[in-house]
């Protein structure tokens, strides 16, 4: 594919050779273009670069993968807009330049929904050199439309990484395209505090959970804090529900677009739905999960079904540390209860990096435990990839979620992770919130939902 | 000026109407700067109708969080040109078809005028795809293309606001006595000095009234925006509201006085400018 | 009014053309000329391609030629089997019917009010004006201090627990009393800019033939201020059709605030990118601004010959 070059420095650069290209395009970027240009307009300029570059020259780049010296700048598009993952990446970005000095990396912060809403705009337009993103469908869409670089080189260099953490990471034609750096379970949590109080006990099966909730009823409680506003928090839900009444290999299935939403499987789960719903908060359409979590911090509802973020509305310490989780129980002996949604973040670089080697070296960089120590020390609402991060220093919560994520067998990544990115929004999203706002209507839904699916996986 | 006239029932019942309606229209921004000023944690745990725990602190995490310096910045380097532009290419138009009557003219003014009512999402695909393929030199965008460019997002405001002023300001025109371009035609005066030195002039009301308005619009227009520019740091001021509701953790005190920071350049210019605006939006042609 | 502009315009006729000499006919040229390419460019050309798109299934990112015709394919599944076409339809009619019956005639309502007295209307003008200074991002913000359910004002004096904005039965009136608080005010000042613009003279002479304060609004001021009527229609029009950026701010335009520029965004602009589809709820949403925009172009013609 013919490509336009996108700053005036990789312009410049388009004009010497290829095999030095990757390291001179950083070069020139360093050099001050206004003195470049000054006097002798941009073509005379352009002309007399390639001489001035190969004077400059660097050896030949392209690859980090040997660790060879990367210099110049890397651009770093971030959607950690809030204060404090905002500082994690600052003060991750500082130990990596740190420990490269010839490296800069700048940040271009974008509001977290911005960022996910205009992800194709971004990417089909200038995007960073490195940039987050998720793992899962939601990677390997873009990775098909070839719209994200191939880092497998970057892979090689990673260490402590599972294999399911490789394959979350690879795209349908066997490249590698991204690194994770953190994830999160899904669980229902709750107040030891509060339980204590009254003397709960974890449920292992349904119907304790349903006799738990009736009881917390009896005790003034919510018993399962709900908040949809956002429309995604109700996947997270369905997910479980699904992996717990039809299994994972089922859900899978059913993420792709190979089963029918109308037959008697997608039917049960939502029945299954139908009989918790009334133990869940009510109003829940115009709830925010940080209201929702509130509750739950307050002490009025009894339990939360939840990624362990749930924790960012608890403070640090020993509010965080009364915050516990169990697994949700098991519906069909048959199916078991082995299956979880624990979705990971990332980083990916963008197909044509204007500083490819430096990119490389960066994200080789975030696969790093201590890179990922940074990070979740900042937010301890998540835990590291890399088997090679500090366990040590992991809060309760962090331990428990580890120790969780290990003893699940199968590990999903989230409705809108694990499916078509226009299915999961335009379609899923509104018929799960009308489901919650009437579930009587369920068979129009999932009528429309498969006939909405029909005409999109087939194209 | 002076009310000499009696309270009758029936002023004392407009004035008491006029009142109710005020003092619910303030209300909601009166509220908003209440809570701008309340501690988060004390309203979370009292809730908003107790009094205490008062604190400019938002304004100060507000500023800093968002990045506000920047992003004011930001905001002018596109609204001053956009809202420039589109008075002087506005002005022309309305010039043309006010001054000479050919048939074309009410054809141009609906195309103009209806290309304002067109709804902006139905245009983006087609614009962001052109966008993206057109290249200009590197001076004029660093980006390389009009993508992820001020000039970009600038040419897309013009193109949006010049229907809108183009028929407010045709309609003042229209007003100026064909009398005074015949003297000066008879003074040998070229149409365009007929337009920058007669018409133009004599329009200071209405443009002073449609900048206020443009100022204001584009200033709050937040979609083309969010869609064509890509760099954080180019976004201007009404994006970044969006910085400050987080993603896990809405503190409403914190956007209520970011809102309301948000909010200032307008609120200074309307009072500023309020006289002006009234008399000129008289669009005219109302002398019967 | 109209004899006066009428009058200004018609006169000179097609004489003044020929007279025209070379360099004026290319300042002319240029004068609409440069304008009319920005506008067909960036406006009309686009919608031209948009009606085109919702034809083709194209995925954005291979190049357009290669991607199939696939007719009114688009068009059929968005009333067939997209969920939330007919409720957008329709509350995009609510909203113009609330802003045309409520919002619009209280903000004339206020205008005449206020331009009937003196006393005080520095203060009620700015009252009714300054939340249409505001974005609607902000309006929406703003009002969320109000209807929010657990913090809100409204339920915190009441002692209700109405989920104002989240509730499917009540979301979309709480989204247009927060439209109506904008765009009152907004209506009220381009009326009472009008109003301040009519003649004294005019209204004198109507006393003195015996009208009262009412006959004389409606024989004698309402008809002179035709022009601002026509674009009062206009911008409350283009209000309605528009409607966006407030439901967004509220919940993406879900769950009862479906509009057809929500739906448009959702297919286009996310994370979900389908052209096709949303060029076709685009050109739908240009199919009802046409009829509203012929309308209004009639109505000026009228007003100009």
């Known amino acids: 594919m013919p490509r336009r070059p996108s700053t005036e420095a990789e312009y410049l650069a388009s004009l010497v050779p290829a095999s030095a290209r990757a390291q001179q395009a950083m070069r020139a970027q360093q050099l001050d273009r206004r003195a470049l240009l000054r006097g002798a307009g941009v073509a005379g300029a352009a002309l007399a670069l390639p001489s001035l570059l190969s004077a400059c020259g660097g050896s030949s780049g392209g690859s980090a993968s040997g660790g060879g010296a990367a210099s110049g700048t890397v651009k770093l598009g971030s959607n950690q807009s809030?204060?404090?993952?905002?500082?994690?990446?600052?003060?991750?970005?500082?130990?990596?330049?740190?420990?490269?000095?010839?490296?800069?990396?700048?940040?271009?912060?974008?509001?977290?929904?911005?960022?996910?809403?205009?992800?194709?705009?971004?990417?089909?337009?200038?995007?960073?050199?490195?940039?987050?993103?998720?793992?899962?469908?939601?990677?390997?869409?873009?990775?098909?439309?070839?719209?994200?670089?191939?880092?497998?080189?970057?892979?090689?260099?990673?260490?402590?990484?599972?294999?399911?953490?490789?394959?979350?990471?690879?795209?349908?034609?066997?490249?590698?395209?991204?690194?994770?750096?953190?994830?999160?379970?899904?669980?229902?949590?709750?107040?030891?505090?509060?339980?204590?109080?009254?003397?709960?006990?974890?449920?292992?099966?349904?119907?304790?959970?349903?006799?738990?909730?009736?009881?917390?009823?009896?005790?003034?409680?919510?018993p399962i804090a709900f908040g949809d506003k956002d429309g995604w928090p109700a996947m997270g839900t369905f997910d479980i529900l699904n992996m717990r009444v039809n299994g994972y290999d089922y859900h899978v299935s059913l993420m792709a677009g190979k089963e029918d939403w109308t037959g008697a499987k997608v039917k049960k789960v939502f029945d299954q739905w139908k009989a918790l719903l009334p133990f869940h908060q009510a109003d829940?359409?115009?709830?925010?999960?940080?209201?929702?979590?509130?509750?739950?911090?307050?002490?009025?509802?009894?339990?939360?079904?939840?990624?362990?973020?749930?924790?960012?509305?608890?403070?640090?310490?020993?509010?965080?540390?009364?915050?516990?989780?169990?697994?949700?129980?098991?519906?069909?002996?048959?199916?078991?209860?082995?299956?979880?949604?624990?979705?990971?973040?990332?980083?990916?670089?963008s197909k044509r990096p204007k500083n490819e080697a430096g990119s490389k070296k960066f994200l080789e960089f975030l696969g790093s435990g201590p890179a990922q120590d940074i990070l979740v020390q900042a937010d301890p609402s998540v835990i590291a990839c890399s088997e090679k991060a500090d366990t040590a220093k992991y809060t309760k919560l962090q331990k428990a979620s580890l120790d969780f994520v290990k003893q699940a067998k199968s590990i999903a990544q989230f409705l809108d992770r694990d499916s078509r990115p226009d299915f999961a929004s335009t379609v899923v999203t509104p018929a799960l919130q009308s489901f919650i706002k009437n579930p009587a209507d369920l068979d129009t839904i999932l009528g429309q939902v498969e006939s909405q699916k029909k005409a999109m996986f087939t194209s | 000026m002076s009310d000499k006239r009696p309270w009758t029932p029936a002023r004392i019942a407009i004035h008491a109407f006029l009142l109710v309606m005020a003092v619910v229209w303030l209300f909601p921004l009166l509220y908003a700067l209440a809570a701008s000023l309340r501690n988060y944690a004390y309203t979370a745990e009292h809730g908003y109708l107790s009094t205490g725990g008062w604190t400019l602190q938002n304004y100060v995490n507000a500023w800093e969080t968002a990045g506000f310096t920047q992003k004011f910045i930001n905001s002018a380097i596109i609204t001053v040109p956009a809202v420039l532009l589109t008075l002087l290419l506005a002005s022309c138009v309305a010039f043309v078809v006010a001054r000479f009557s050919w048939r074309l003219n009410l054809a141009l003014l609906g195309f103009f005028t209806a290309a304002n009512l067109l709804p902006p999402q139905a245009l983006l695909i087609p614009v962001f795809k052109m966008f993206q393929k057109i290249e200009v030199p590197f001076w004029f965008s660093d980006s390389g293309t009009l993508l992820d460019s001020y000039w970009g997002l600038i040419l897309v405001n013009i193109a949006f606001q010049t229907g809108f002023c183009a028929f407010v300001l045709s309609n003042y025109m229209k007003t100026i006595p064909k009398e005074l371009y015949e003297s000066a035609m008879v003074d040998g005066a070229s149409v365009w000095r007929q337009f920058w030195q007669l018409t133009m002039p004599l329009c200071r009301p209405p443009l002073a009234a449609l900048a206020t308005l443009e100022v204001t619009w584009i200033y709050n227009e937040f979609f083309w925006a969010t869609v064509l520019l890509q760099s954080g740091d180019k976004y201007?001021?009404?994006?970044?509201?969006?910085?400050?509701?987080?993603?896990?953790?809405?503190?409403?005190?914190?956007?209520?006085?970011?809102?309301?920071?948000?909010?200032?350049?307008?609120?200074?210019?309307?009072?500023?400018?309020?006289?002006?605006?009234?008399?000129?939006?008289?669009?005219?042609?109302?002398?019967? | 009014?109209?004899?006066?502009?009428?009058?200004?315009?018609?006169?000179?006729?097609?004489?003044?053309?020929?007279?025209?000499?070379?360099?004026?006919?290319?300042?002319?040229?240029?004068?609409?000329?440069?304008?009319?390419?920005?506008?067909?460019?960036?406006?009309?050309?686009?919608?031209?391609?948009?009606?085109?798109?919702?034809?083709?299934?194209?995925?954005?990112?291979?190049?357009?030629?290669?991607?199939?015709?696939?007719?009114?394919?688009?068009?059929?599944?968005?009333?067939?089997?997209?969920?939330?076409?007919?409720?957008?339809?329709?509350?995009?009619?609510?909203?113009?019917?609330?802003?045309?019956?409520?919002?619009?005639?209280l903000g004339m309502l206020t205008a005449v009010l206020i331009d009937h007295e003196a006393k005080f209307t520095k203060f009620y003008q700015t009252s009714f004006y300054l939340p249409v200074v505001l974005s609607m991002a902000l309006v929406g913000f703003i009002w969320q201090l109000m209807f929010s359910r657990d913090q809100g004002f409204i339920n915190g004096i009441t002692g209700w627990s109405i989920d104002w904005y989240g509730d499917s039965r009540y979301n979309l009136w709480a989204a247009l009393i927060a439209t109506t608080w904008r765009h009152m005010g907004y209506i009220m000042l381009l009326y009472l800019a009008g109003l301040k613009g009519v003649d004294q003279s005019l209204r004198e002479a109507a006393k003195v033939d015996g009208a009262g304060e009412r006959q004389t609004f409606f024989k004698v001021v309402f008809p002179v201020m035709a022009p601002i009527n026509i674009i009062v229609l206009v911008v409350t029009v283009i209000e309605s059709l528009r409607a966006f950026d407030l439901v967004w701010v509220i919940n993406k335009g879900r769950n009862g605030l479906e509009l057809i520029s929500t739906e448009v965004t959702r297919n286009i602009v996310g994370e979900a990118q389908r052209i096709g589809f949303g060029s076709a709820l685009a050109t739908i949403m240009l199919l009802i601004s046409s009829v509203f925009i012929v309308i209004y172009l009639r109505i000026v013609m009228r007003e100009d010959s």
């Open chain 1, 82 to 222: 809030d204060a404090v993952p905002k500082a994690a990446v600052a003060s991750l970005v500082a130990a990596f330049q740190k420990a490269n000095p010839g490296l800069t990396v700048v940040t271009n912060t974008i509001d977290h929904n911005t960022f996910q809403e205009n992800i194709n705009n971004y990417l089909q337009g200038s995007p960073d050199d490195v940039f987050t993103w998720f793992s899962g469908y939601r990677m390997r869409y873009f990775a098909s439309k070839g719209l994200i670089g191939d880092i497998s080189d970057v892979w090689g260099n990673l260490q402590g990484y599972s294999e399911a953490q490789k394959k979350a990471s690879t795209g349908d034609d066997g490249k590698q395209y991204l690194v994770p750096t953190t994830y999160y379970p899904w669980a229902m949590h709750y107040r030891k505090s509060v339980w204590d109080k009254h003397g709960y006990t974890v449920p292992k099966t349904l119907d304790e959970l349903v006799a738990l909730s009736t009881k917390m009823q009896k005790d003034g409680l919510a």
């Open chain 1, 284 to 349: 829940s359409l115009g709830r925010t999960w940080q209201e929702a979590a509130q509750s739950l911090q307050k002490g009025q509802s009894g339990m939360y079904y939840l990624g362990t973020f749930v924790a960012q509305q608890f403070a640090k310490g020993a509010e965080q540390d009364d915050l516990l989780f169990f697994n949700f129980p098991e519906i069909d002996s048959a199916v078991g209860a082995d299956a979880i949604d624990a979705p990971i973040d990332g980083y990916m670089m």
């Open chain 2, 236 to 288: 201007p001021i009404t994006s970044s509201l969006n910085n400050l509701r987080g993603q896990f953790f809405t503190d409403n005190n914190l956007v209520a006085a970011g809102s309301l920071i948000v909010a200032v350049p307008t609120l200074a210019i309307y009072f500023a400018l309020q006289k002006q605006f009234v008399s000129g939006l008289t669009l005219g042609a109302t002398k019967g």
């Open chain 3, 1 to 105: 009014m109209t004899t006066s502009a009428a009058a200004t315009s018609q006169a000179p006729a097609k004489g003044r053309k020929a007279r025209l000499s070379g360099p004026d006919r290319l300042t002319v040229a240029l004068m609409v000329g440069v304008p009319t390419l920005v506008v067909l460019l960036l406006v009309w050309g686009p919608a031209i391609a948009t009606v085109l798109f919702s034809f083709f299934d194209w995925d954005g990112y291979s190049p357009f030629s290669e991607s199939p015709f696939v007719g009114g394919k688009f068009y059929t599944e968005a009333v067939t089997i997209y969920p939330a076409f007919w409720p957008a339809i329709q509350h995009n009619l609510i909203w113009l019917a609330v802003l045309f019956l409520v919002a619009t005639p």
